[in-house]
T-cell receptor, first 111, second 111 residues
């Protein structure tokens, strides 16, 4: 099956700083999702981004499918951005809803 | 549109008991997937149901089972609970092979 790696595993920022989270995957995929896990455990959808770049407010994501990685950018971070960020891709890259998750990036934004 | 709902939100059981968790997908979504999240193993896929049929299955013992009803609501059952079954159980819904949306989760503690 496909392997997903995220880096860095942990990140501490001061409020207002920018950050880049990376997701590498071992095989071709036809979609990729980024999630933010809130303190209560719910996975909040950030981006559904098989390729290209998308932006949503202070967050943006870029997936370069040919090079098997995706980046999540957080600008002007706020304390509410704290939590764990996951990327996930479909197993075997294709027509399946079995998502393979990375191990996540734990982000702490300090005031 | 209402999001994915899961009940109960919290559950405490003792070893050897069984438990049933429920998930109601977003209206119109026919796929429901279940995931287990533990600190040691991360997020792992349990199974997926689509139109009342199990479409995909993860690597979990037969004590873990599920079903889906004609209204797309899904239940998962864990029999003969073990301490290691303590986890956050998340369900996700999707129209088919598309972006998945997660519910708030059920936190199960086995004593």
């Amino acid at each position: 099956g496909i392997q997903v790696e995220q880096s860095p595993p942990d990140l501490i920022l001061q409020e207002g700083a920018n950050s880049t989270l990376r997701c590498n995957f071992s095989d071709s995929v036809n979609n990729l999702q980024w999630f933010h896990q809130n303190p209560w455990g719910q996975l909040i959808n950030l981006f559904y981004i098989p390729s290209g770049t998308k932006q949503n407010g202070r967050l943006s994501a870029t997936t370069v499918a040919t090079e098997r990685y995706s980046l999540l950018y957080i600008s002007s971070s706020q304390t509410t951005d704290s939590g764990v960020y996951f990327c996930a891709v479909p197993n075997y890259g294709g027509a399946t809803n079995k998502l393979i998750f990375g191990t996540g990036t734990l982000l702490a934004v300090q005031p | 549109k209402a999001g994915v709902t899961q009940t109960p939100r919290y559950l405490i059981k003792t070893r050897g008991q069984q438990v049933t968790l429920s998930c109601s997908p977003i209206s119109g979504h026919r796929s429901v997937s279940w995931y287990q999240q533990t600190p040691g193993q991360g997020l792992q896929f349990l199974f997926e149901y689509f139109s009342e049929t199990q479409r995909n299955k993860g690597n979990f013992p037969g004590r873990f089972s599920g079903r889906q009803f004609s209204n797309s609501r899904s239940e998962m059952n864990v029999s003969t609970l073990e301490l290691g079954d303590s986890a956050l159980y998340l369900c996700a819904s999707s129209p088919s092979y598309n972006e998945q949306f997660f519910g708030p989760g059920t936190r199960l503690t086995v004593l």
